[in-house]
């Protein structure tokens, strides 16, 4: 078993920045692919970003976004940490979500499914 645990969400005006944390227990947290998704008020839950696990490779530390925050949004993780995290900035209204941290073992890349998932913490984005 894997527990997550967001922290950093709150409210922030537009075009300023935020940066969420996921700590991690439980498990090795660098065997695992960490990624995070938000919800917004009546949508679905939609992928954000994703950060390879780490092995010693080249690939360590490949990253995958969605376009809508592409060049936005970093994600990056600190092993010795056991922390995920998620720099945000250059934020809009429509940024608006709960937003969730989640893991899944090394395996497929980008990963297609997350087996973990914290509580999720809220991004306010006024206008």
């Known amino acids: 078993q894997v527990q997550l645990v967001e922290s950093g969400g709150g409210l922030v005006q537009a075009g300023g920045s935020l940066r969420l944390s996921c700590a991690a227990s439980g498990r090795t947290f660098s065997n695992y692919a960490m990624g995070w998704y938000r919800q917004a008020p009546g949508k679905e839950r939609e992928f954000v970003a994703a950060i390879r696990w780490s092995d010693g490779r080249w690939s360590d530390g490949w990253t995958y976004y969605a376009d809508s925050v592409k060049g936005r949004f970093t994600i990056s993780r600190d092993n010795a940490k056991n922390t995920a995290y998620l720099q945000m900035n250059s934020l809009k209204p429509e940024d608006t979500a709960v937003y969730y941290c989640?893991?899944?073992?090394?395996?497929?890349?980008?990963?297609?499914?997350?087996?973990?998932w914290g509580q999720g913490t809220q991004v306010t984005v006024s206008s």
């Open positions: 989640a893991a899944v073992p090394y395996g497929t890349w980008p990963p297609t499914r997350y087996d973990y």
